[in-house]
T-cell receptor
Framework: DTGVSQNPRHKITKRGQNVTFRCDPI?????LYWYRQTLGQGPEFLTY????????KSRLLSDRFSAERPKGSFSTLEIQRTEQGDSAMYLC?????????????FGQGTRLTVV | AQKITQTQPGMFVQEKEAVTLDCTYD???????LFWYKQPSSGEMIFLIY??????QNATEGRYSLNFQKARKSANLVISASQLGDSAMYFC?????????????FGAGTRLFVKA
């Protein structure tokens, strides 16, 4: 399978716990994005990487959120001290750098429920 | 300020008819790309069609076409011969060039219902 892979697909956690999600992009893609999507809304940009460098973080990304992309391959998104408002679908996408034309390919997302 | 605006929260269309989903955008970057994605109830985001800011022709991909009006900053998606499987959320997205750091931002979406 050469698509974008996200794990886990679903995560239920208690408020206050930490969670970590993983994204494996398409292998030749050097740009990786994280988005958050709540029910009935469009994906909201959180952050993105070019290779291992994190180029931009949205103001939506509080200090409880951290993302890494060691070695420019897979990426992890960690949420510390989860809150109920963090419940959402977290989407990862990848694309080729610098090309306006190339679309971003999305994974199937990780649905987080904080109880 | 909203960069991508989709003013139709929901749309209904009869099977086999055409439907237009509206999208307006705001950017001062001369180089940008516009995308449409489909999100069925299963959740995956499926790329449909792309239009570049310098493209002279409107993009077409099978039953999908993009009505690009640059001066009006609109990029409406036209789906011809609607099928029941077209029922889904549709998102318009924009990638800006240098100003926007090549990141893609999305509108709030339009839910399309295709009636038999």
């Amino acid at each position: 399978d050469t698509g974008v892979s996200q794990n886990p697909r679903h995560k239920i956690t208690k408020r206050g716990q930490n969670v970590t999600f993983r994204c494996d992009p398409i292998s030749e893609h050097n740009r990786l994005y994280w988005y958050r999507q709540t029910l009935g809304q469009g994906p909201e940009f959180l952050t993105y990487f070019q290779n291992e460098a994190q180029l931009e973080k949205s103001r939506l990304l509080s200090d409880r959120f951290s993302a890494e992309r060691p070695k420019g391959s897979f990426s992890t998104l960690e949420i510390q001290r989860t809150e109920q408002g963090d419940s959402a679908m977290y989407l990862c996408a990848s694309s080729l750098v610098g090309a306006i034309r190339t679309e971003a390919f999305f994974g199937q997302g990780t649905r987080l429920t904080v109880v | 300020a909203q960069k991508i605006t989709q003013t139709q929260p929901g749309m209904f269309v009869q099977e086999k008819e055409a439907v237009t989903l509206d999208c307006t955008y705001d950017t001062s970057d001369p180089s940008y790309g516009l995308f449409w994605y489909k999100q069925p109830s299963s959740g995956e985001m499926i790329f449909l069609i792309y239009q570049g800011s310098y493209d002279q022709q409107n993009a077409t991909e099978g039953r999908y076409s993009l009505n690009f009006q640059k001066a009006r900053k609109s990029a409406n998606l036209v789906i011809s011969a609607s099928q029941l499987g077209d029922s889904a959320m549709y998102f318009c997205a924009m990638r800006e060039g240098t100003e926007g750091g090549f990141k893609t931002i999305f509108g709030a979406g339009t839910r399309l219902f295709v009636k038999a």
